[in-house]
């Protein structure tokens, strides 16, 4: 409207040289001057009273509404019309007019007070047409733009949206897949459990057995060792020798005490042996053998470090696409996913048990366990693709919830980063997420507050972020900023600035907030008219 | 930003650690002394009222035509003292008492009389062995001279007005040599450490107990960790004041506290000892940025003042016998014929220096306003422009920001004069600089503010940045006038810049130079509309004892102990020289301060210093501006919105209006603060913000008349109703309305979601008009009054005329060519008078060439007539008078305007429901001699 308005006037001035002074009080414009009408009697324009025409514009103001002194600074509520012939007419108020300051720049204004205005509307219209021209020209590409990345949006949403309902209906699927490979592994497991119970059984009966033989053994050859005299008995005496059998441990095996072990009895034959051998064997040291080494410390298992894969980046500061936060969060998935693999690593069972180890399954119960385990993998690969995919949905749910506009034409700033940097910080604008700052030459970062809300004014709350809840200042609020989008071609950070402490504001051009052009096809008309 | 953060986190960790590290909102005691820990005044008040060791030797006594000598003498010390009575013009009297024969001199105030006191002759009317009896001239006022012991009445008739040591305790603590102590620890010089001992009966059985105890602090004293070396041993004087029929009693400013002065016993005394107070609380004794050791007596028939000179650290006690009693029990007394009097008892104590007293004696308050400030001078007649209204923040952040909210004001339609810059705006606090990156280009500003016909006031603090890069650094080292330590080098502190230098302003070859400063060839970037602030020149040091400057510091061979309270005042005064010496003195000056003494009066505005957003730091503003008022500062106000903490929107509103109604109107805000330039608020605020500060502008020119006639005469701008209503005693402790001048009583509303006050309307037979609605009330009643948010209760007093200018422009300048519309309020006498004063604005012509029209305006008989109070000055306005508005008017059948032989009619309204004849476009010249005739 602006522009067509402006162009008109252009036309007028142009076509006829100079522009007509209509004839009507000063400071009254063009629209009002039906309503002075020259040696009529006036009436104020709110009605409240009616005066001699010879008091407008007489320097004292005779009505409420200051409509009396449209020229003059005398009523304190007065306006002043310049019609600033080449350049946009308007209106000041009339305190402006006469006080030594050119307020127009037609200088209609400065008519009384001395002051040297000059006439600068020419000028004035030149450079303001340049700058409507150019930004026209911006609103009209930016606009174009907004219509792409409204469309990219749209497309974006729909592909989304299709994915998320793609993903929803593997989703349940998977989550079938589950269910089903959990039966499976269920299924599999029972037999497996069932074989292996069965081998562990038979192999510790096995094991009890062969204990049994051994201490037998043993305690034949302490019954031989013992026997000192060979008479076939063990006497209280033969057994005194053993002063590790010394069961208060106070370095003498008494006969008293020695009686006890062998439960009153003076001797003991191979046979009676057997209860007394029960007391010893644990102490017992056989005279002949020397004593059994202290087991050799086995070097721990290595444990696998795990391996984290995420595309480190090789530049971390410069690269600002979105890929960083996406890295970030892959990153968390990787350790998610280790932690829970870690625990799993199978290890062999073993059974360090008198140095033995297990018998190996006979094949019918390995060929089970097999199977259980392929059932179980089958099961947790697939349990761990239904995780991603739910943190897929809700990362993309999360992204729809978003509000990006009313035509989602802000979308394509979730999860990019924009950068200015001053004379002494870098400053950081991630839509969406939040915005930092950051020390030039080193120095840690500092938050300037993450998303918060849309709030422009009421017309239009989509020209206006707010970012709350930074780092605290001290002795004062936590940080936040303001970031005032404005139409631009290119998505920049223009200015940063802290009007009061800690809080920021940012200029921030877009074009997703160019708006419709209002007369984009008048605008050639008016060239055609000239 | 970040890094203004973090150097001042980097700074108060180094400098105030104990001053900003309390959470709580108050002042932290603990870094200022009581009187207990102040070693003198605790030996002073450990002196109880008694019989005098003083006695005047009669037979010394001299009398030259202006002057008496006499000697006294401590009968306890035998040290002599020289007692020097002067009887000065226009009815005071100058008491001196210094030691006959010091060690050394000790130090007297200079700089701040304007001259030496004109004195009228002493006349002996009688004298005996008993006393001598002197003529204090006509009006059958005598001056007695009693001799054993001493003590001084002065008399008018039968009546005593005022005694000097009545109560015995003048003290005056000698100069002596250290060895004398050692030499002889115990008894003499025990009795000695304040030589006017009253105990000295019974002195003799507590002296040795007490020994140790009372030599604490004589030779050394140490506060927190700060040891004050004292060279020159105990100094302190003391003299006692009595005022029987006196029970109200004001001034000594500054103190956050009420108008009246209240009793001290039991407390603290009132310290006078200029002190950054960092976050300062309300409502008591403690010492802040600035003294003035001045105080007025009232009584229905007579005003006095004291006026003790002297700089060093200084605490006022006050008692009364009449403070315990409550109304009900001095009406008993009233009834009964009680024989008590009412008295009102003071006592000053200083650290060193003399006893130097000027005795004030009115009788009427606008006496002793002439009397003091014959004495000190007046206050400086400040540009129009400082009368407006005051943008202020810390900090305007750049050249970008003071271009952002200069523009502001014109969005918003709001008048403003002067933009100011903290701080923040010179190269790394080295002042005369400025940012190079914040501020590149200081005169395109400075222009950009020109061409709006606006100005700017920026920071220029007293503490120099040591740094050897720094010019102004480098010329005080070389020129060696750098304040020293007690070992005789530079003496250096913390403040701002980090370490700092103190230039000694009390040299006058210091203060030439500094003047220097400011010409626009040696501060770069400035321009003639760009104004000073003299900021933290108590002076501050943050680690400092008590935020301040070592007393052992030497200013020459003076220590700082002799001159700490006038240190501020040489600042602003080099200021303010050097202001008006870059315009070859043709243009006044334009210096706010801090810190002030007795005479910063002659050199610019004071504020009342760091307040905060409180309601309760909104009330004080009040008594602490009267108080200055009643003590020749006129030019005072309190920072609009509070500095610390942020202000409600409500409480910013009321601010806002009572501020505009004070002399000085500035807005301020701690770089903490959120932003709140006027137009953040809302419309509805920034409307009612714009309504009061066009008000203000409205009025400016009644505001420059009376800062006009407190330059001219000392009468205060912002008035106690008591100075105007002397004998109302409903009105001597009033201190939640003023006067401005005669004419206007304000009553802001000052409390948090006030749906109403009650102002106090004096004169019995008088009528207030209300400026707003010209609603005419009765004088002398209590006036209930419903207030909204846009409410601020103003009255125009029957029988004034008060010229305004209703045209209001974005700046003062712009409204220079304006006319005036007289506001007439008539008495019930149907009487009104008032006068209008018009200059440049700018300029010292007024006084060095009578460029200015000063004109009585006289409303009697029905005529409304402008006469000339100076037929030889000589200045031309284009300024006319567009409307008359007569309240309290009854309808004329016809008014004609009666000029230069010539009658002519003139057009009027008459408006009955409120009895207003406004009268329209008379349109004579301003400066023209006319007559209104209503018939």
Redesign the interface.
């Known amino acids: 409207m602006t522009c067509l308005h402006l162009l008109l006037t252009l036309v007028f001035a142009v076509s006829l040289g100079t522009p007509v002074e209509i004839q009507r009080p000063r400071g009254v414009p063009l629209t009002k001057k039906p309503f002075y009408e020259e040696n009529k009697p006036f009436t104020c324009l709110d009605g409240s009273r009616t005066i001699p025409f010879d008091r407008v514009n ?3 103001c005779d009505c409420k509404d200051g409509s009396d002194e449209p020229g003059t ?2 009523c ?1 509520n007065g306006s002043f019309h310049c019609t600033n012939a080449g350049y946009r007419p308007m209106f000041i ?1 009339s ?2 007019i006469n ?3 050119c307020d127009c720049c037609d200088t209609t204004d400065e008519y009384n ?1 001395g002051a040297k205005c000059e006439n600068t509307c020419k000028e004035l219209g030149l450079k303001e047409r340049d700058v409507l021209q150019k930004m026209a020209e911006i609103t009209k590409e930016g606009f174009l733009l907004k219509q792409q990345l409204i469309e990219e949006a749209k497309k974006g949403r729909e592909e989304k949206q299709g994915k998320v309902t793609d993903m929803q209906e593997n989703k349940k699927q998977l989550e079938e897949k589950v269910e089903a490979l959990r039966t499976v592994k269920e299924t599999a497991e029972q037999p497996e459990k069932e074989a292996k119970e069965r081998h562990l059984k038979a192999w510790e009966e096995q094991k009890a057995a062969i204990r049994l033989e051994k201490d037998k053994a043993k305690m034949a050859e302490a019954f031989l060792e013992l026997d000192d005299n060979a008479d076939g008995f063990v006497s209280v005496s033969e057994l005194q020798s053993h002063a590790e059998l010394d069961p208060d441990a106070d370095g003498t095996l008494t006969e008293t005490e020695v009686q006890g072990l062998m439960g009153g009895a003076a001797q003991v034959d191979t046979s009676t042996f057997e209860s007394v051998w029960t007391n010893i064997k644990d102490k017992y040291h056989s005279e002949s053998q020397p004593e059994e080494p202290a087991p050799v410390e086995t070097p721990p298992e290595e444990v696998k470090e795990p391996v984290v894969d995420n595309d480190s980046e090789p530049f971390p500061e410069d690269d600002i696409s979105e890929e960083e936060d996406e890295d970030e969060d892959d990153e968390d998935d990787y350790h998610e996913d280790d932690d829970k693999v870690l625990p799993t690593v199978k290890t062999p069972e073993k059974s360090h048990e008198d140095g033995e180890a297990m018998l190996p399954y006979d094949p019918d119960t390995q060929t089970l366990i097999d199977a259980a385990q392929k059932a179980r993998d089958d099961f947790e690969d697939s349990e761990k693709a239904l995780r991603e995919m739910d943190d897929q949905i809700r990362n993309i749910e999360k992204e729809l919830s978003f509000d990006f506009g009313p035509d989602a034409e802000f979308t394509y700033l979730y999860s990019q980063c924009y950068e200015l940097t001053t ?3 870098i400053y950081r604008l991630c839509p969406f997420n939040r915005v930092s ?1 950051k ?1 030039k030459y080193g120095g840690s970062e ?1 938050n300037l507050g993450t998303w918060g809300s849309w709030s422009g004014p009421e017309n239009n709350k989509y020209l206006v972020m707010k970012y709350e809840h930074g780092t605290g ?4 609020p936590n940080r936040s900023t303001t970031v005032k989008l404005t139409c631009g071609k290119e998505t920049v950070v223009t200015s940063t ?5 800690c ?1 920021y504001l940012m200029e921030f051009t877009t074009p997703a907030v160019c708006q419709e052009p209002a007369n984009m096809d008048l605008l050639p008309h008016g060239h055609e008219e000239l | ?3 203004i ?1 973090i150097e ?2 980097g700074l108060l960790s180094v400098v105030c650690v104990s001053l900003f590290f309390s959470s709580t909102f108050a002042v932290d005691r603990g870094n200022f002394k009581t009187c207990d820990q102040s070693a003198f005044c605790k030996r002073q008040r450990a002196l109880k009222p008694g019989q005098s060791p003083y006695r005047a030797l009669l037979e010394t006594l001299e009398l030259s035509d202006s002057r008496l000598t006499l000697q006294l003498i401590n009968d306890n010390n035998k040290v002599h003292l020289l007692l020097e009575l002067y009887r000065l013009q226009g009815n005071m009297t100058r008491v001196k008492i210094n030691e006959l024969k010091p060690l050394r001199p000790r130090f007297e105030v200079p700089d701040v009389l304007i001259a030496e006191p004109p004195t009228e002759p002493l006349s002996v009317l009688s004298k005996d062995d008993n006393g001598v009896v002197l003529s204090l001239g006509a009006k059958n006022q005598r001056l007695i001279v009693s001799a054993r012991p001493f003590r001084l009445d002065i008399m008018q008739g039968p009546e005593v007005l005022l005694s000097l040591n009545s109560r015995g305790l003048l003290a005056f603590e000698h100069l002596r040599l250290h060895k004398d102590t050692q030499a002889q620890p115990d008894g003499a010089e025990v009795k000695e450490s304040v030589d006017g001992d009253q105990q000295q009966d019974e002195g003799e059985k507590d002296e040795d107990g007490e020994s140790d105890k009372e030599e604490d602090g004589l030779w050394e004293e140490t506060f927190k960790s700060h040891t004050d070396t004292k060279p020159n041993g105990p100094t302190s004087i003391s003299l006692d004041f009595s005022l029987p029929g006196v029970e109200h009693v004001y001034g000594i400013p500054e103190h956050a506290d009420d108008l009246k002065l209240k009793t001290t016993d039991g407390g603290d005394p009132y310290r006078l000892y200029n002190l950054d107070v960092f976050q300062y609380e309300l409502y008591n004794p403690m010492a802040l940025y600035g003294s003035i050791p001045v105080m007025l007596a009232h009584n229905t028939q007579r005003t006095m003042g004291i006026f003790w000179l002297n700089a060093a650290e200084t605490w006022v006690d006050i008692s009364s016998n009449t403070a315990g009693k409550t109304v009900f029990g001095k009406m008993l007394d009233f009834v009964q014929g009680s024989s008590e009097k009412p008295q009102t008892d003071v006592r000053w104590i200083s650290e060193s220096g003399i006893i130097d007293v000027f005795i004030m004696l009115g009788p009427k308050p606008s006496d002793v306003f002439s009397q003091y400030a014959s004495l000190t001078g007046t206050q400086s007649f400040p540009p129009l422009a400082s009368l407006g209204y005051h943008q202020c923040r810390w900090n305007y ?1 750049d050249q ?2 003071v271009k952002s909210v200069d523009q502001g004001f014109d969005q918003h ?1 709001i008048p403003y004069d002067f933009i100011w810059l903290d701080i923040e705006h010179a190269d790394g606090k080295r002042y005369f600089t400025w940012d190079p ?1 914040k501020f590149p280009q200081p005169k395109e500003m400075l222009q950009g503010l020109m ?3 606006r100005k700017m006031v920026a920071i220029v603090d007293p503490h120099i940045r040591v740094d050897s890069g720094y010019k102004i650094h480098n010329e005080i080292t070389s020129k060696d006038f750098y304040v020293k330590n007690k070992d005789g080098r530079n003496y250096e502190g913390w403040c701002w810049p980090g370490n700092s230098g103190y230039p000694d302003f009390t040299k006058p070859e210091m203060r030439a130079w500094w003047s220097s400063m400011f010409a626009y060839d040696q501060y770069e970037g400035s321009m003639e509309n760009l104004f000073t602030w003299n900021d933290m020149n108590e002076p501050s040091v943050f680690n400092g004892p008590e935020v301040t400057m070592h007393k052992d510091a030497l200013h020459g061979k003076w220590e700082h102990r002799d001159i700490h309270n006038i240190y501020g005042l040489y600042v602003q005064m080099a200021t303010a020289e050097g202001q008006t010496q870059r315009s070859g003195g043709v243009e006044r000056p334009f210096v706010l301060t801090r810190a002030f003494f007795a005479g910063s009066q002659r050199f610019g505005a004071v504020w009342t210093g760091d307040n905060a957003a409180e309601w309760g730091h909104l009330k004080i503003s009040i008594p602490m501006c009267l108080s200055l008022g009643l003590v020749g500062v006129s030019f005072c106000g309190a920072d609009v919105g509070g500095f610390f903490k942020n202000p409600s929107t409500e409480l910013l509103v009321r601010w806002y209006q009572t501020g505009a109604y004070q002399p000085f109107f500035r807005a301020h805000a701690h ?5 709140r330039e006027p137009w953040l608020f809302g419309p509805e605020n920034t409307a009612l913000i714009r309504e009061v500060i ?1 008000q203000r502008y409205a009025l400016l020119p009644y505001w420059y008349q009376l800062l006009y006639q407190a330059h001219k005469t000392g009468m205060p701008v912002m008035r106690p109703l008591w100075v105007d209503y002397p004998k109302d005693t409903a009105t001597f402790t009033i201190d939640d309305e003023f006067l401005i001048g005669s004419d206007l009583l304000v009553h802001p509303v000052t409390e948090e979601g006030s749906r109403g006050v009650t102002a106090y309307l004096p004169g019995a037979g008088e009528v207030w008009y209300d400026v707003h609605t010209f609603q005419k009330h009765n004088g002398a009643q209590n006036l209930y009054i419903p207030v909204t948010l846009s409410s601020i209760p103003v009255f125009q007093r029957g029988g004034s005329i008060i010229p305004r200018k ?5 700046s003062s ?3 220079e ?2 006319p005036y519309t007289l506001y007439v309020a008539l008495s019930p006498k149907k009487f009104a008078e008032g006068e209008l004063y018009i200059d440049d604005g700018h300029s010292l012509n007024y006084d060095t060439k009578k460029e200015f029209i000063h004109r009585s305006l006289t409303f009697a008989n029905n005529a409304l007539t402008s006469s000339n109070l100076c037929p030889d000055c000589n200045f031309l306005t284009s300024s006319w008078i ?2 008359v508005l007569i309240l309290g008017a009854s309808k004329p059948s016809k008014v004609l305007l009666k000029m230069d032989g010539k009658e002519t009619p003139v057009d009027f309204e008459f408006d009955t429901s409120m009895s207003v004849l406004t009268l ?2 008379p349109g004579m010249n301003a400066g023209a001699d006319w007559t209104l005739l209503l018939q």
């Not at chain 1, 600035?497 to 402490?501: G, L, Y």
């Open positions: 007489d320097d004292y600074a005398a304190p108020p305190s402006r006080d030594g300051i007070s004379s002494e910080y700052q020390p500092t200042c001290w002795q004062g600035s802290e009007p009061s402490r809080e | 930003m970040a890094v953060a001042r986190m952040n970008e920001d339609d990156h061409d709006k016909r770089l903490d603060t959120t932003r066009r209703d045209r209001v422009r974005r300048a712009c409204m060519n304006d567009e409307k329209r476009k």
